[in-house]
């Protein structure tokens, strides 16, 4: 059966540092893969998806980039993280159009 | 570019009330329309799934409509209960089936 894996689920950081957080699919082969945050009282907002290796899309324009460097393993990044970055990022999977979604990360920037 | 809203933002109703969510998205050339549910600080679950050649589907007390020409679509929700209280999202996934567009959700809380 499939699964996907997201950590850390929690993570406080300072204004400035980086950011690395990962997500692993298990169980299926080339899924679509996105990443997702929702800030404070806001809904979902799409950051990146990828339909293959080092393939990514963006979405919205911001500090955070996203990697693929295999088939199941789908990174975010920043080098200098803000306050606004604060809030609760999911990781989704897809093959079919039904979207599966990891436990979620929640980010605090301090 | 597809942009979904959800009305109303947060509702509060005592136990035992039949409700109605709304979801409106501005482009019809849908792939398939979902309702999910997120308990806070928490990933989210998928409830129902409507194909776009579908009119409305039924889980239990759930029961979602599809109206694609007119850009719409409700849960139902029927005899609630506290336990149902979350935040309900409505998603689109466009006819790529590759890009969810989700709405900003409505905050659920049912009082006993």
């Known amino acids: 059966s499939q699964t996907i894996h997201q950590w850390p689920a929690t993570l406080v950081q300072p204004v400035g540092s980086p950011l690395s957080l990962e997500c692993t699919v298990e169980g299926t082969s080339n899924p679509n893969l996105y990443w997702y945050r929702q800030a404070a009282g806001r809904g979902l907002q799409l950051l990146f998806y990828?339909?293959?290796?080092?393939?990514i899309s963006s979405e919205v324009p911001q500090n955070l980039s996203a990697s693929r460097p295999q088939d199941r393993q789908f990174i975010l990044s920043s080098k200098k993280l803000l306050l606004s970055d604060s809030g609760f990022y999911l990781c989704?999977?897809?093959?079919?159009?039904?979207?599966?979604f990891g436990q979620g990360t929640r980010l605090t920037v301090v | 570019k597809q942009e979904v809203t959800q009305i109303p933002a947060a509702l509060s109703v005592p136990e035992g009330e039949n409700l109605v969510l709304n979801c409106s998205f501005t482009?019809?050339?849908?792939?398939?329309l979902q309702w999910f549910r997120q308990d806070p600080g928490k990933g989210l679950t998928s409830l129902l799934l409507?194909?776009?050649?579908?009119r409305e589907q039924t889980s239990g007390r759930l029961n979602a409509s599809l109206d694609k020409s007119s850009g719409r679509s409700t849960l139902y929700i029927a005899a609630s209960q506290p336990g149902d209280s979350a935040t309900y999202l409505c998603?689109?996934?466009?006819?790529?089936?590759?890009?969810?567009?989700f709405g900003p959700g409505t905050r659920l809380s049912v009082l006993p």
């Open positions: 409507i194909q776009s050649s579908q």
């Open positions: 989704a999977w897809s093959l079919t159009g039904f979207p599966f």
């Open positions: 998603a689109v996934l466009d006819n790529y089936g590759q890009n969810f567009v």
């Open positions: 482009d019809s050339a849908i792939y398939n």
């Open positions: 990828s339909v293959g290796i080092g393939q």
